[in-house]
């Protein structure tokens, strides 16, 4: 099994947490960045499904998409649903984190005007963080309090514990308590815990405004 992404948390960081939970062996295979050093990536982009990383080679077959090597991941390992409706309410657990990471990305690296890069990130900081927040939080109370989902460790809660620990200003996690607890709960796995500590370092030169840049 071989995960290709840069050297960087950002998109490819979900599946590894999953390979960690899971105690999965694989190559994890980094380019550098591509504003250090585009070559690699330019070389290997035509050769990619859709032309984008991270990519995950099993047994000779290749696949793209994030959450599409994310969520393969979980039910590979048994983090996935074990139903069609626990699958369903991960996957929205999971999609409204993707957007509000793309609104997050939009807002502190990809808009390069000052002045509306300023808006977004009034906008993500005042609206799009606290309203998702509400929400899971909302749904984790009304699924017992202590998983997102079926009452054990899914994919949900460790996409959940990154959008949170890639936050750049994590003071907005504090005040809903149920999110706070299982953070701190995903976090204190030992599987999630030993990756966390000795996990390659980004090397993203934007990393403090936002470690999970591109």
């Known amino acids: 099994m071989k995960l ?31 504003w250090d050093d585009a070559a690699p990536w330019t070389a290997l982009k035509p050769n990619t499904p859709f032309s984008g990383l991270p990519t995950l080679c099993v047994d000779g077959q290749e696949f793209s998409q994030s959450m599409t090597i994310a969520r393969y991941l979980a039910n590979a390992h048994g983090l996935g649903g074990k139903t069609a409706v626990e699958s369903a309410q991960m996957d929205e657990v999971v999609d409204a ?22 808006e977004l990130q009034a906008a993500f900081k005042e609206t799009v963080l606290p309203t998702i927040l509400k929400n899971i939080e909302k749904l984790l109370v009304s699924r017992g309090g202590d998983y997102l989902v079926g009452g054990s460790l899914s994919w ?4 959940l514990y ?12 504090e005040s809903f308590t149920k999110i706070s607890a299982l953070v ?10 030993k990756w966390v500590e ?5 090397i993203d030169r934007k990393s403090t405004r936002l470690n999970s840049s591109h």
Do not use: H, W
């Open 156 to 159: 949900a809660d460790i996409m």
């Open 184 to 193: 701190a709960k995903v976090g204190e796995l030992p599987n999630i815990k």
């Open 97 to 118: 984190i993707s957007e509000a990471t793309e609104k997050q990305y939009n807002a502190y690296l990809f808009e390069k005007n000052e002045g509306r890069k300023a």
């Open 162 to 173: 990154n959008f949170c620990s890639e936050l750049p200003d994590k003071t907005a996690v």
């Open 198 to 202: 000795s996990r390659p370092a980004s």
């Open 4 to 34: 290709t992404y840069f050297a960087l948390r950002a998109r490819a960081e979900p599946s590894r947490l999953i390979l960690a939970q899971a105690g999965v062996s694989y190559e994890d295979n980094r380019l550098p960045a591509p």
